[in-house]
């Protein structure tokens, strides 16, 4: 059976007008002609779609049925255009997602580049938080996608598996604790630290977590990135704890050692987040598949 877009587009008007002079206005097209596409479409079908009256047109019970399915194509038929504007560069297409300061800085940008190469439409906006927000927003549609610590509970959001990280201590290879295993946080807390910026989602983090030992911490100096830190604590300006994937940077580049920490938040099971696979636009599916990849 033969049917085109147009043929459902009218059937739609119809059904939303009651009137098929006022949906033969909203192509344009003459109401003669409209009349003679509907006719011919039922004949088609074998169906009667509508039943005509002195004050409009009525869906009849086949029509209603060949109206949702008609909807349902129309629908697609709207993704499938907004695609093509999109790989054609008529569309620009924004992504919203927050993660936490381990992922921005270490992980995510292996896995973003490739992606934003294979979608040059795609706008990223990359915000950083602390993994508890990170799910706040994406419950409250804030942002799209998150990646986050999942040790947290994670109620309300589908959690899927990205990447395991450990935080560790980094000192000089001469320092006293370059020798320790199953080091534990307080036994670092007497010494000076070099850190991120106060405002830094991981900074907050290590600083809370030295509170909580009555111990607060000793910082010393804050600089910008992973890489300026290393190079400081190279320079005996301090310790520092970061992500294992920047210290093992680091002790290429640097006279510094890592040490690792014995408790268990030091061991981060990263996730990403979202509400729904079907509240997902299609650039967030793609992204999401991105992310979860080996």
Request: proline share 4%.
């Amino acid at each position: 059976m033969h049917f085109d877009l147009p043929d459902l587009r009218l059937l739609a008007a119809i059904a939303a007008t009651g009137s098929l002079s006022k949906a033969a206005a909203t192509f344009p097209v003459a109401v003669s002609a409209a009349s003679t596409r509907l006719r011919q479409f039922e004949a088609r079908c074998g169906l009667t779609l509508f039943v005509r009256k002195a004050d409009g047109m009525q869906l009849t019970p086949a029509g209603r049925l060949v109206l949702e399915s008609a909807r349902g194509v129309l629908g697609e038929a709207q993704k499938l255009r907004d695609t093509l504007k999109e790989l054609a560069g008529q569309r620009r297409i924004n992504l919203h997602l927050a993660a936490s300061t381990v992922s921005n800085s270490t992980l995510l940008p292996a896995v973003l580049g490739p992606f934003l190469a294979d979608y040059p439409e795609v706008d990223l906006q990359l915000v950083e938080h602390k993994s508890v927000d990170v799910l706040r927003m994406v419950l409250a549609g804030e942002c799209e996608i998150g990646v986050y610590d999942g040790n947290l509970v994670n109620d309300g959001v589908v959690s899927l598996p990205f990447r395991t990280e450990r935080l560790v201590l980094l000192v000089p290879t001469d320092h006293a604790l370059a020798g320790r295993v199953d080091l534990h946080l307080a036994d670092a807390l007497g010494f000076a630290f070099v850190c991120l910026p106060a405002e830094r989602a991981m900074q907050r983090f290590i600083e809370e977590l030295a509170m909580n030992l009555a111990m607060p911490l000793k910082v010393r100096v804050r600089a910008p990135s992973f890489e300026a830190i290393a190079q400081l604590v190279a320079q005996h300006a301090g310790i520092a704890m970061l992500p294992e994937t920047a210290a093992l940077r680091a002790e290429q580049e640097f006279a510094v050692r890592r040490v690792a920490l014995a408790e268990r938040w030091a061991t981060l099971e990263l996730r990403i987040c979202f509400r729904g696979w079907d509240v997902l636009s299609s650039h967030g599916r793609q992204l999401v598949s991105f992310l979860s990849g080996p």
